[in-house]
């Protein structure tokens, strides 16, 4: 394993456990609804990219 790979993975976990400390907290302030509207705006960018992706290979053929 290399040095980076190392460190990206110290980075990761480390962003995780503030994550998920961040969703307990505000669960426990009852305001449990933000986290899901975060995910929900996280996954719909991530579907967004994901059709861009698909779509550009069709439109280089219909040009061709």
Partial sequence: MSEMDR???IIFFTV?????GSIYFLYQ???GAIPFFLLAILF???AYKQAKKNAEPKRQKGNE
């Fill in 16 to 20: 995780l456990i503030v994550i998920v």
């Fill in 29 to 31: 302030m009852q305001l």
């Fill in 44 to 46: 719909s960018i991530l």
């Fill in 7 to 9: 460190k990206q993975k």
